[in-house]
């Protein structure tokens, strides 16, 4: 459990309320802003969570601009039984939200984070609180700090596409962002909250190569990326489409028979998972192997 630390007011025109949470900042960071965060929080408090109107997408981070209506939807009374509109007016790198419709109009919530990698501390910041009493703001905060811990402690999966044809693999040289340019990967990216793994596969390679893929079985154990996140590769093969760069996330592919993986240069991440690339084609080409001379056997004019 999160262990709370003591709130303070640092100032009469702000309520502070703080939490330690074991897990990255940026595991913290990027809790903070995800829609399904604010959703949660809403529930708990007896309240339904509208963006932009519709019924939030947990699927997707916060965006600026977005208007957050929280509306009252029975449960605990917690808070009054009133509607509140929040305009979300900065996500980088937590998020900036003003209350512009409610009985704190006027008053802005923000967050700060810091820590080290084994651990960090998040502050809830509610600015011109008005009237309402400060123990009903330090509850709800207290609320969305410890949703937001168990958020950011489940891992961030990268997936990422082993495409394979025959005994050749599918690489893809990355041309964005700056870090990352000129390295080789195996395509794909993170799977989006609420989301399964094999159709954000699907949707990645889609987006990034234009293909469609059937998703197989896993390849090599998970890559730890950092900050609550993992590289967990897929076997793929194409239905349809032929791989092209799209979206600029790429400017080159090819295709590599395991002795030419060494061929190019591997992001750090990918690199890790070549010994059981390089095993899955060794055992793909095997198979084929075995399929061709069964059929050759068992041909009329072999019989006898």
Not at 4 to 29: H, N, R, W, Y
Not at 33 to 62: P, Q
Not at 150 to 178: I, T
Not at 204 to 211: A, C, F, H, Q, Y
Request: charged share 25%.
């Amino acid at each position: 459990m999160p262990s709370p630390l003591p709130a303070a007011a640092a100032a009469a025109a702000e309520i502070v309320t703080g939490m330690a949470v074991q897990a990255p900042p940026v595991a913290v960071s990027r809790a903070l802003r995800r829609a399904e965060l604010y959703s949660r929080t809403a529930r708990v408090l007896g309240r339904r969570l509208e963006v932009a109107g519709e019924l939030v997408d947990v699927r997707r981070e916060l965006r600026v601009g977005d208007l957050l209506r929280v509306r009252p939807d029975g449960g605990p009374a917690l808070l009054r039984p009133v509607a509140m509109h929040l305009r979300v007016r900065a996500t980088d790198p937590t998020p900036v939200l003003e209350i512009v419709h409610g009985p704190l109009t006027g008053a802005t919530v923000s967050f700060r984070v810091d820590g080290d990698p084994a651990g960090a501390v998040v502050r809830c910041t509610v600015g011109r609180p008005g009237r309402m009493p400060a123990r009903r703001i330090r509850a709800g905060a207290g609320v969305l700090l410890g949703i937001a811990t168990l958020l950011a402690r489940e891992p961030l999966v990268v997936v990422a596409g082993v495409v394979v044809d025959a005994d050749r693999v599918l690489a893809a040289r990355r041309a964005a962002p700056s870090a990352h340019a000129g390295g080789w990967e195996f395509p794909g990216g993170k799977v989006e909250p609420g989301e399964e793994e094999d159709a954000a596969l699907v949707r990645e390679l889609r987006e990034e190569l234009g293909i469609t893929v059937r998703v197989g079985e896993r390849v090599g154990p998970d890559v730890d990326l950092g900050g609550s996140a993992v590289l967990r590769c897929r076997v793929a093969t194409v239905r349809s489409g032929t791989p092209t760069p799209q979206a600029g996330d790429h400017d080159r592919i090819r295709w590599l028979k395991g002795e030419e993986l060494t061929e190019v240069d591997w992001l750090p991440a990918d690199l890790a998972v070549l010994p059981d690339v390089r095993a899955l084609l060794a055992a793909t080409a095997t198979a084929a192997e075995n399929r061709a001379e069964r059929a050759h056997d068992d041909r009329p004019d072999n019989a006898g």
